[in-house]
């Protein structure tokens, strides 16, 4: 009804609408439709997928329905077959038990008791292993720390003493190697110090030397010039009286003059000379004084530290011979210790092995009653256990208390003593009896068995009268006739 009217409300608007009106019209309600037939597609296949979904899910709980009933087939089937097979077994074991049911009855109570006695003594020897083995793991283990912290401890010390000896060694190498150093610049600013002393005279002497040769030339300049005119004058009247001797006297003078010219630079060279040599003398001399006694007090140094050296390599070696010593001993205490725990080890092997092989040949009333029965009354138990419960005065005690754990031990130690000087006690009891058994034995078959040697000797079994002679005998040898005695009855009386 809605669509019918939907549809002529539509044909009414058409109606009233233009060409392109309906144009835009049909198109929007084709797009309408078209949206409307994909929601609906849309709808369909999300309708489809819950469908698959749901009928998938119907599917596996009707498979796991299916299973569990098949199961319950089979369990049932299974347990018709399991019930015969168990009607057989029962029957069967009925049958079995029956004829255990006695037997089981009698063991029952020895069992339990047996058992009880076994895990007891199973967990005593447990507890003795277990401590056993934490006493020995810690000494073994205090040994090795021990060992342990001696060889550290010797190590620490060894290379403490190292370290120093070598740091002293480069301080004591850093400071000759500064003293060498300083020793140099010393030697190197004393001779500056000379040159430049040297120096210093050369130029003083020197511009003395030029300033009286100045002196001296302008006092004589004035001599000279006066001297000069008197000499001119009579230079003139001697050369007026003699021009041939001028002449040659001009020429010894010219010559004479670079003569004294030349030995008066040579005089001055020489007597500067001379003078720088005394002038480096006194400071060469000077200079070897210091330095031999720069060289005196680095001999001494040197000789200390020498000995310092000597002293410290001597107390190093004394150091490293008494650490060899102690790592010797130590190699050899450790050695020693080594040796003496396998020694335990092996002793503890040994006794194991002696236990098993004990426990081999034990009886079963051992295997169930390890321990014998304290022939002790409940007071004097109560009493012991106080006593052991009091601390120790003595050392002997005190040591005592480390090896309770050994009391189990030594209780089947003791019970093996005893059954065993029981034994001997037995077998030396039954060793005499056998022997009086022989003796009887070898007088009996001395006695039924006749032969020469048998005669010759006193047989208590057999007494055989003298023989018969012809003659009547008389009373005296009716009176000397034996008895002879069986010697079953002798047996029988003796046993």
Known sequence: MPKKGAKKGGAGKQAGMTEEERLLYMQQRAQAEDEMAKRKEDMLTQFLKDKLQKEERNSAVNLHKLTQQWRAVLRQTRAAELRSDIAVLSQTFE????????????????????EQQSAQALRSHLDCVDCLLALQKGRLASLEQQWNSGLEGLS???????????SQHQQECAYLE????????????????????????????????????????????????????????????????????????????????RSA????????????????????????????????????GLRAAREEVTLQARQLKAQLSRARAAERNQLTNLTVHSNAAAKNLQGIITKGERLLRLAEMCRKLETEHEKVLPFYISSLTAEEESQERANAMEPPSEELAQAMLDYLVLERFWQRYNKVLLERLCLERERGALTQENQQLRILLRQYLDGISVSDEILRHRNPLLMVSQPTLAVQPTADAQRKRHTVIEAAHVVQRTL
């Open 178 to 257: 500064d003293v060498t150093f300083a020793m140099e610049q010393f030697y190197m600013e004393v001779d500056g110090e000379a040159r430049q002393d040297y120096q210093s005279t050369r130029d003083d002497i020197k511009n003395r030397n030029i300033e009286e040769k100045h002196a001296l030339r302008i006092q004589l300049e004035g001599t000279v010039e006066g001297l000069w005119r008197q000499f001119q004058q009579a230079l003139r009247n001697y050369n007026e009286a003699t021009e041939d001797r001028h002449i040659a006297f001009e020429s010894l003078r010219t010559r004479d003059q």
């Open 261 to 296: 010219q030349e030995i008066d630079t040579q005089m001055r060279r020489l007597q500067k000379m001379q003078d720088s040599i005394s002038a480096l003398r006194s400071r060469l001399n000077s200079s070897q004084k210091e330095s031999e006694g720069a060289a005196r």
């Open 95 to 114: 049958r079995v038990l029956d004829r255990k049911d006695s037997v089981i009855k009698c063991l029952v109570c020895d069992l339990s008791e047996a």
């Open 156 to 166: 620490y010390e060894f290379n403490s003493e190292r370290e120093q000896i070598l």
